[in-house]
């Protein structure tokens, strides 16, 4: 169960197996043994190296510990996207989204336009009233 975290814990603090048994103050030929995964240890040895180690008993038995942060992020777009399926958001829709963005980018556009029609109409008529 702890086979493969012991070994990756053990060589990332750049221990031989005897050294770190010794730092735990457990038998070498003992510690070798679990780390093989021969010998199921007792939850009070799992506890020594969690506590020595300074990690959890999750992540020494091999389960990732939970993100917490990416946990609730998710559960609060799950609830915005329920409030929008039930129309009890006060954000906006898609549609009124991109109705606003429309008017705000024809707006101008529309403005310019009816600015040079004024000018070329403005200008035909100065061409018609000098024939």
């Known amino acids: 169960m702890y086979k493969n975290n012991l070994y990756n814990i053990r060589v990332s603090k750049g221990l031989t197996q005897k050294d770190f048994a010794e730092e735990l103050g457990m038998n070498p030929s003992l510690y070798s043994r679990y780390e093989r995964g021969e010998t199921n240890m007792s939850l009070e040895v799992a506890k020594s190296i969690a506590d020595y180690c300074d990690i959890s008993l999750d992540y020494l038995a091999g389960r990732e510990e939970p993100d917490f942060d990416k ?3 998710g559960l609060e777009t799950i609830r915005n996207r329920e409030e929008m399926r039930n129309g009890s958001s006060n954000q906006p829709s898609m549609k009124e989204i991109i109705e606003d963005w429309m008017d705000n980018k024809l707006e101008p ?13 403005s200008t035909q008529t100065d061409s018609q009233s000098e024939e």
């Open 71 to 73: 946990i609730g992020e």
């Open 109 to 121: 556009i529309t403005e310019r336009l009816e600015s040079i029609e004024k000018k070329l109409g």
